[in-house]
C-alpha cells in the first residue's frame, strides 16, 4: 500500500514514494521508490525473492569478489554523510517505528534500515551493490544467518506464550504467606517425630 507513504530519508518537505513494478520470477509485485534519493521499500520477502531472480545461478561462494565488494560497500556514502535523516521511520502509514539498521546478511557490511513487520528500506544505490554481494556468494551467507536467526528465535523465551496471571488471582507466589512459620514448624516436627519413632521401632 502506497498509500500515504512518504519517503523517510528526505526532508523539507519528504517527497511521496512513487510505484514501479517488479517481476519477482513470475509474480507481479509494486515497490515504493523515491524519485529524489532513489530509495527503495520492499516488504518483508521482497528483497530477497528480488534479488534471487537475479542471480538464481549462483552456485557457490566467490570469496574474493565478495571481499572487493565489501571494500566498495565500505566506500558508499553513509546515511551520517548525506541530507536528511541518519535513524528513519518506517514509511508504513500507521507503523512510523524508528527502523533498525541492520548489517544485511551480518556480513555484506551493508547497513539497510528494516522495520520487522513492514520491510526494509535501501537507500539509492544499495540494491546494486547487494545485488553483486548476493551473486558473488552472499545468498548461503545470508541463509546461513536466516538459519542461524530462526534457531535463536525457538531457542529464545520470549517466543514462549506468557500465561495471563489475572487469571490466577495476580501472582501469589510474591504474596508472603502469615501462616507459613507455623506450617514449616508443624511440618519439621511432625516429620522429626515420624523419623525418631521410625529409628526406635526398627
Ligand atoms: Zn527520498
Ligand atoms: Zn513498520
Redesign the pocket.
Known amino acids: 500500500m502506497a498509500e500515504g507513504m512518504n519517503?523517510?530519508?528526505?526532508l523539507d518537505p519528504?517527497?511521496p514514494?512513487g510505484r514501479v513494478g517488479l517481476d519477482l520470477g513470475g509474480k507481479d509485485v509494486e515497490i515504493e521508490r523515491?524519485?529524489?534519493?532513489?530509495?527503495l521499500f520492499f516488504n518483508p520477502g521482497e528483497l530477497e525473492a528480488f534479488l534471487e531472480t537475479q542471480v538464481a545461478s549462483t552456485l557457490w561462494t566467490d570469496f574474493p569478489r565478495m571481499d572487493l565488494i565489501k571494500e566498495e560497500i565500505q566506500k558508499m556514502p553513509r546515511p551520517e554523510d548525506m541530507e536528511?535523516r541518519f535513524y528513519i521511520p518506517c514509511p508504513q502509514p500507521g507503523c512510523g517505528v524508528s527502523m533498525n539498521r541492520k548489517n544485511f546478511g551480518r556480513e555484506s557490511g551493508l547497513m539497510v534500515d528494516s522495520c520487522m513487520h513492514h520491510g526494509t528500506w535501501l537507500d539509492?544505490g544499495e540494491l546494486r551493490a547487494l545485488a553483486g554481494w548476493w551473486h558473488a556468494g552472499g545468498k548461503f551467507v545470508h541463509q546461513a544467518a536466516e538459519v542461524k536467526a530462526a534457531e535463536r528465535r525457538m531457542e529464545s523465551p520470549r517466543t514462549i506464550p506468557r500465561m495471563d496471571l489475572s487469571e490466577v488471582g495476580g501472582r501469589p507466589w510474591l504474596e508472603p504467606s502469615p501462616r507459613r512459620d507455623v506450617f514449616d514448624t508443624a511440618y519439621v516436627l511432625g516429620w522429626l517425630a515420624h523419623a525418631v519413632a521410625g529409628f526406635f521401632s526398627d
Open positions: 519517503c523517510p530519508r528526505c519528504s517527497p514514494l523515491c524519485g529524489r534519493c532513489q530509495g536528511g539509492g
